[in-house]
């Protein structure tokens, strides 16, 4: 279809001149000319379903539209044409430049230059994009795709702005502005500005959360599920919330390059967003990071709660850091840095209670810890029921109280770093010699194998002197029909390792796992039972092997994951740490610590028992327990251990927001445990 160019004299108007006709004659002419084509108007309304039920008297060879849709789609195609020619003129045989080259850029100024080149020429792009869509979908102009201008090829490569010819799939909201209908609108109205304006509303829309905190309040409320905030301490939460939220997006838009260029001399949010730079394809960058606090910008996150923090008792957080490493951003500070400080427990407790992690990420948050003190305190909380437990305090068992996550939690609320727990439980027919296919050499006699394996637990505790450390270690050397252990500090030389337990040469810890063959008759009383046992045993894999083992060739053929409790290498924790494998619970610590780890002295048993005579020797160098273990006395240790750290960890909290703990000793009461 043509543009609205020069137009040319109508065939009447000519004839009419030619037959010696007066401009009064012409007019006639083009009148009835009109009348003859009195058909609606083709243009769509707004909704691009409506058509126009004016009369269409405006257009070229024939009428096509009414009066204002005319004047709109001149304007509309003089607009786009610019923008195309301008598109051109930018480029001029020039290529946008890739993440290579960005990264030779070593001037700031040609950066800056380069950079305004890069914008000028995507603002050219979006108008005439946006000028396109409308002629095509109200006006009817064919083959869109073949008259863009770039391809979607060549803009993926620009770092500047990777998705200008796709719509982003957002969770936007799609309210429209009211339509214009031709009762209201005069034909100058710029459409591909209202277009542009309406996104620019849309982005307001999902930015109006960061920006006005009756908003904020209004949109948390209505949550499903969520309480109406009641109280002043309800609404002070909420600030808080709005805060950390506000200070995640700077800190975002801080770290996000092109977000940062644009954010430069912007004095607010609503300043950004109401920019000309800012397109739909930022709040696509935007949301990405926003929406996924708990992936790479959780330490963003964790910066913002000690932020909120501040701007709620002081009104700033310009204090929090060194005055060095902070900068002004869109109306607040942030730093350009991680803060040092440890994590109290007001900070930790909101973290947890906005994010609500799931199992099986501690790790993430370890590498919010600053010292041993903040990995006690992510765990403590995990312990009083903000963290789902991970998946290796599972347990075979039914019953509540073999539960190896409530020894773990009690572990963790004593100090103690426990990062897994592995065992291979086996009935008791199965534990034991079992008869073998080979032939024996003796005659009446029977070739037997034997394989033991030990649950173990992995952990850490404080590297600096430590009276309950020391006292701990104390409890489990005294037992060791019951635990085999072995130490290592990450200040001490080498590979040095300290191990105790119950093994023949000098108290030395028994192993991992260990078999043995040999021959011997069958018992008198079944012949699935040998009348005794003997033979050397073999040692795949030591005690010392769990921290520094590299990987073992199984005994008589078994297979690994049947006797390594599921898992399919044979790797020690710290060669794993070493090797900065993902998902280790201790992979992104920067503190030293002292290890453990600790062996069930029984073979073959699940990991709930080991876990739990473990945390009754915490709890016995605690002081909250003496004797030998019982349930019942373990509940009242327990619970004793959980009253005090609740308090501890939960005393900063106002009156008016209440907390409750479930006793053991209750539950164990209710059961008839003895």
Known sequence: ???????????????????GGTKES???????????????????????????GQLATEGYPKPERCKVHHG??????????EASKVVDDVKGGADLPVKEQIGRYTDWHAALEK???????????????????????????????????????EVLQSVYNPDTFREPALPIPTKKAPALSPTTAVGDEDLIDMSLRARKEQIMMVFNLLIDFESFVEAFASGEGVPQPKTKSDMALLEKHFFIYQQFARRIIFHEPSLFMKSLARVSFKDLILSDDFSIEDLARFLK?????????????????????AISRHGTAANVGSVESRFPLLGGWVFNRSHTASMSNEPWWLLLKILAPPANIENRFVRLCNNFDDVIGFLSFEALGLVPSPSFCESPSHLDFDDPSLS??????SGIIVADMVASPRPARMCGPVPTPRRATKRGCMVWAEVETRGYMFGAVRNEKDGFVEAFFRELRARPDLFQVVIRSETAPGREVEVFGSGPLNNEALPAMRGRNFEAPPSPTSPFVPASTSGKWEVPRSAVDVLYGTGIQMPYGAKMHMLNGGRNDLLGYLTILSRDLKGWFFRYKTFPVTYFVILDTVPNRAQSTLARNVSWAALRARGYAEGEYTLRKYAVASDRLFEECAHERLGWMPEDMKWEMTMMEDQVNARGFV
């Not at 000028?131 to 795709?145: A, V």
């Not at 990071?289 to 923090?309: I, M, N, Q, T």
């Not at 773990?408 to 609320?413: D, F, G, T, V």
């Open 408 to 413: 773990r939690n009690h572990l963790s609320l």
């Open 72 to 81: 709109q789609y001149r304007i509309l195609y003089k607009k786009y044409k």
């Open 1 to 19: 279809m043509p543009g609205p160019g020069n137009k040319r004299k109508s065939k009447a108007s000519t004839n009419a001149k030619a037959r």
């Open 26 to 52: 012409a007019s006639e002419a083009t009148s009835t000319h009109a009348d003859t084509y009195s058909l609606p108007c083709l243009t769509l309304e707004e909704d691009e379903i409506t058509r126009c």
């Open 289 to 309: 990071l926003f929406s996924e606090p708990l992936g790479f910008p959780l330490r963003w996150f964790k910066d913002a709660v000690l932020d909120a923090l």
């Open 115 to 153: 950079s305004r080149w890069v914008r000028k020429y995507l603002e050219a792009i979006r108008v005439e994009k946006a000028g396109r869509h409308i002629h095509q979908k109200r006006f009817f102009l064919k083959d869109l795709e073949k008259q863009s201008k770039q391809t979607t090829e």
